[in-house]
């Protein structure tokens, strides 16, 4: 009987022990120094995680007519205005920007029939990689023929972990 105590002992202690491990493991982002966006993430099976839904821009002008670009702004504008929501949203379930970990955004032709990558890359300088927030994170940014509405040119969901 005896030993059937020490080695149940033994074995609440050795669970107790790995729990204790993998609640300090800390999330892993593998970098490409080269790069403004990781190579991935580790993400250890004990933190608590947030997915956003799509997400879009606040409206510009609500005066603008559907199918009017000036409603929500040109790309840099959208792209602005989805990541304060990104910021918003994921505060208000007790995450910081420095907890996203993954972005995947759409973004869709603008007034000149072109994608604006690079209005959606500067936006994403000042959310993610500089002296405010160092982390950077993994992410998709796919051209798409169109979003929901027509005057919408970004869309992106996000992901975080603490």
């Keep these: 009987m005896k030993i059937n105590l020490y080695i149940g ?6 669970l107790a022990a790995c729990q204790s491990q993998e609640a300090n493991k800390e999330i892993v982002r593998v970098d490409r120094p080269e790069s403004s966006i990781l190579k991935g993430v580790h993400l250890p099976a004990n933190k608590d995680v947030f997915y956003t839904s799509g997400l879009v821009s606040e409206v510009k002008n609500p005066n603008a007519k559907p199918g009017d670009m000036s409603k929500y702004g040109n790309t840099y504008e959208q792209s602005i205005g ?11 379930e007790g995450y910081t920007m420095k907890d996203v970990f993954f972005l995947r955004v759409y973004i869709a032709p603008d007034s000149t029939g072109e994608v604006d990558f690079d209005a959606w890359f500067k936006a994403y300088g000042e959310y993610f990689n500089n002296e405010n927030n ?7 940014t796919i051209g798409v023929y169109k979003l929901a509405r027509p005057e919408l040119l970004v869309e992106v969901e996000a992901v975080a972990a603490k």
């Design 9 to 14: 002992c033994f074995i609440l202690l050795s």
């Design 82 to 92: 989805v990541l304060r929501r990104i910021k918003t949203t994921i505060e208000a």
């Design 134 to 140: 160092p982390n950077k994170v993994a992410r998709s």
